[in-house]
């Protein structure tokens, strides 16, 4: 957390064995957050982890590779919002396949991408939907 004055409760949503959280460690518009500038906003980032189990039943999680993004959605992003996005993240990573690619399109998450309640196309990102 850093030193602003900007508050955010980290947010972990766990299904299957994948945890994504979501945090708040400083950044903004245009790399660290510049309370100084009235244009930048501070801005969530989500990670990804994977639990393994290890031979003696005991478990631990694991950050996954290339599975942390800054968001385009802001610290003030509701928590069904949040939620909804956690859970598109989880399908991106629940697959065999390589998942980076899916996940640099979800940063680009947006406030925009939730003005609906029906699907629409992420902006920025034509090919994506929420």
Same mark, same amino acid.
């Given at each position: 957390m850093s030193d602003y004055n900007v508050s955010f409760v980290e947010v972990e949503l766990i299904w299957k064995s994948m945890r !994504?959280? /979501?945090? /708040?460690? @400083? =950044? @903004?518009?245009e790399g660290d957050y510049n309370p100084d500038d009235p244009e930048d906003t501070p801005l969530? +980032?989500?990670s990804c982890d994977h639990?393994?189990?290890t031979d003696? @039943?005991?478990g631990y999680w694991e950050g996954m590779e290339d599975a942390s993004y800054?968001?385009?959605?802001? !610290?003030?992003?509701?928590? +069904?919002?949040?939620v909804k996005a956690a859970g598109i993240i989880m399908e991106a990573i629940d697959t065999d396949s390589?998942? #980076?690619r =899916?996940? =640099?399109h979800l940063s680009w998450f947006c406030p925009e991408d939730f003005d609906k309640p029906? #699907? #629409?196309p992420m902006a920025a990102q034509p090919n994506l939907t929420i």
């Amino acid at each position: 957390m850093s030193d602003y004055n900007v508050s955010f409760v980290e947010v972990e949503l766990i299904w299957k064995s994948m945890r !994504v959280t /979501w945090e /708040w460690i @400083g =950044e @903004g518009n245009e790399g660290d957050y510049n309370p100084d500038d009235p244009e930048d906003t501070p801005l969530l +980032r989500f990670s990804c982890d994977h639990y393994i189990i290890t031979d003696d @039943g005991d478990g631990y999680w694991e950050g996954m590779e290339d599975a942390s993004y800054c968001t385009q959605l802001p !610290v003030d992003t509701p928590m +069904r919002h949040l939620v909804k996005a956690a859970g598109i993240i989880m399908e991106a990573i629940d697959t065999d396949s390589s998942y #980076k690619r =899916e996940l =640099e399109h979800l940063s680009w998450f947006c406030p925009e991408d939730f003005d609906k309640p029906e #699907k #629409k196309p992420m902006a920025a990102q034509p090919n994506l939907t929420i």
